[in-house]
C-alpha cells in the first residue's frame, strides 16, 4: 500500500523559504492568458509542437484556452506530458517550444507557452478535478518502476492507462526525484511536484519510499513482476579531490538545493562559492543569493563561451548579483574546523585545446561555504556485474524508440541513459518505454 499522503502531510515548505523564491514566471491571469492565446497563429506545421520532447499540440491546447475550454487544454497537454504542470514551469522553453515559434522570425515576442500551460494545468488544479482520464481495465501484469523521478512517473502513468499495475521502489522518502529534490524553488516549488504525483497516486499509481534497491532486491523484482523499468537518474556529485575537501561547509549543489527546499536550509554565510558552470550550478548560486549572501562566486575552469547553462540562465544569475571567475581552478581549501578560504590557480588553454595552470598564478579567495557542481557519477552499481543490461561508460543502454535494454525484460529511461538533460526528455522517454512495455508484454501473452 502507498504511504503517498504521509509525506504530503510532511512536506510542507517553510513560508520564509517561499518568500524569498516567488515565480520568476509569474502565472498569467484569465484576461492576459486569453489575450496572449489570442496571439497564436495557430501554425498548421507547428514547430513548437515539433520543439517539445513530448510533442503537446501546443497550437491545439492554447487555441482551447482562446475559447474557453480550459479543461479540454488541460487534458490536451496530459495526454501528452502526464507531468504538463511542472514542465510549465522547470522547461527551458526559450530554447525549446518558445525558440521554436514562428514569431521570432517576425522580430515580435515569441507567445508565452509554458506560462500558457501553466495556466491551463493550474485551472484544472482549482477546479478540483482529477486527471481527465481513468485506467484501463486490469490486465493483471505488473512492471516494477526503480526510482520515482519524472521518467519513471511518465511511464507509470502510461501503463496504468493501458491496465497494468505500476509499482514504484524509490530509496528517498518523498517521489518526485529532481522535480522535488533538485530543481530551484523559484522554477517549481515542492508543493507543486507533490501536488502533480498526487494526481498519479489517483490514477492508481502504488508508491514505496525508502528502498535503496540492490542486486539481490532487484533479482526479487524481476521474479515478482513482469517487466522492469530502470529510472534511477545520476548518482553523486563529483569530489575535486584536493585537501580540505572534509571540511565542515563543503557540500554539493543537489544536497544545498533539497535542504533550503525542504526548508532544512534556511540561510548560508556570508561569502559562498560555487565550483561549475552548468544549470544547476547556475540554481545554486542565485539561491545562495537570496539565502542572504554577501558575495557569491561561480568558479569555471573555461569561459563564459564554453559554459553548459543556458545564456539565460547565466544572464538572470548576472542580474541577481552572482560574481563570475572564469579560467579557474581550485587546488586546495583552507581552514581550522570549517572552511575559510579557497586556494585557485588560473589557467590557460593549449593549441590542442587542452587546461595548463599557469605558472605564479594562484590566489587565495576568502569564502564560508564551497557548493561543489561539477557533474554527477552514474548510478548503475546496483546492476552488478551482471550481464541484465549492456552499458556504456555506466549509462544503460537502450532502444531510443521503445527504452527496452539488451535484456528483454527491462527497460529505461531519463538520466541514466542520456547522461542528464532535461525534466521533459526524462518525461519523454519514460513515455515512450510505457508504450514500448505494454506493446512487449501484449506480445509475449498474446
Known amino acids: ?75 490536451t497537454i ?81 501503463l496504468r492507462r493501458r491496465g497494468i499495475r ?23 516549488p515542492l508543493s507543486e511536484s507533490l501536488r502533480e504525483i498526487d494526481m498519479l497516486a489517483e490514477l492508481g499509481v502504488d508508491f514505496h519510499f525508502n528502498m535503496p534497491i540492490d542486486a539481490q532486491t532487484l533479482a526479487d523484482l524481476e521474479r515478482s513482476h513482469d517487466a522492469v523499468f530502470l529510472g534511477v537518474g545520476l548518482g553523486a556529485i563529483h569530489r575535486l579531490g584536493i585537501a580540505g575537501e572534509h571540511l565542515a561547509g563543503v557540500t554539493n549543489a543537489l544536497d544545498f538545493i533539497a535542504g ?33 549572501a554577501l558575495d557569491v562566486y561561480m568558479l569555471y575552469r573555461r569561459g563564459a563561451e564554453q559554459m553548459s547553462a543556458f545564456s539565460f540562465e547565466y544572464e538572470h544569475a548576472r542580474q541577481e548579483g552572482v560574481k563570475f571567475l572564469w579560467h579557474v581552478q581550485p587546488t586546495g581549501i583552507h581552514g581550522a574546523d570549517a572552511v575559510e578560504a579557497l586556494t585557485l590557480v588560473k589557467l ?6 587542452s587546461l595548463i595552470q599557469q605558472a605564479g598564478s594562484e590566489f587565495t579567495l576568502p569564502v564560508d561555504l564551497i557548493i561543489l557542481a561539477i557533474g554527477q557519477s552514474t548510478h548503475t552499481s546496483f546492476l552488478g556485474d551482471s550481464e541484465k543490461v549492456r552499458l556504456e ?32 526528455d526524462a518525461v519523454a522517454d519514460g513515455k515512450r518505454a510505457g508504450i514500448g512495455i505494454a506493446g512487449w508484454l501484449e506480445g509475449q501473452h498474446a
Open 1 to 75: 500500500m502507498s504511504d503517498l499522503p504521509t509525506f504530503f502531510e510532511r512536506a510542507a515548505t517553510s513560508p520564509g523559504i517561499a518568500a524569498r523564491f516567488a515565480d520568476i514566471h509569474p502565472p498569467l491571469g484569465p484576461q492576459a492568458a486569453k489575450v496572449e492565446a489570442d496571439r497564436c497563429l495557430y501554425c498548421f506545421d507547428a514547430p513548437c509542437t515539433i520543439a517539445c520532447p513530448t510533442h503537446i499540440d501546443v497550437p491545439g491546447f492554447i487555441k482551447k484556452i482562446a475559447s474557453g475550454n480550459l479543461t479540454g487544454s488541460a487534458r
Open 78 to 158: 496530459l495526454d501528452a506530458n502526464i507531468l504538463g504542470a511542472s514542465c510549465a514551469r522547470a522547461c527551458p522553453v526559450e530554447v525549446l517550444c518558445e525558440g521554436a515559434c514562428v514569431l521570432n522570425h517576425h522580430t515580435r515576442k515569441p507567445i508565452q507557452i509554458g506560462r500558457l500551460q501553466r495556466f491551463a494545468m493550474e485551472s484544472l488544479h482549482a477546479s478540483g478535478a482529477g486527471l481527465p482520464f481513468a485506467p484501463a481495465a486490469d490486465t493483471g501484469r505488473s512492471v516494477a518502476l526503480i526510482g520515482a523521478g519524472p521518467a519513471s512517473l511518465s511511464c507509470a502513468a502510461e
Open 166 to 188: 505500476a509499482v514504484l521502489y524509490d530509496a528517498r522518502p518523498l517521489p518526485g526525484g529532481l522535480n522535488t529534490y533538485g530543481v530551484a524553488e523559484y522554477k517549481l
Open 260 to 292: 533550503y527546499k525542504s526548508g532544512a536550509i534556511d540561510s548560508v554565510p556570508p561569502r559562498v562559492a560555487v565550483v561549475g558552470a552548468g544549470n544547476t550550478a547556475i540554481d545554486a548560486a542565485i539561491a545562495a543569493v537570496r539565502l542572504g
Open 348 to 353: 590557460a588553454a593549449t593549441e590542442d585545446d
Open 393 to 424: 561508460r555506466g549509462r544503460i543502454l537502450i532502444d531510443r524508440a521503445t527504452g527496452q535494454t539488451s535484456h528483454p525484460k527491462f527497460f529505461a529511461g531519463g538520466d541514466c541513459t542520456n547522461g542528464g538533460r532535461e525534466v521533459v
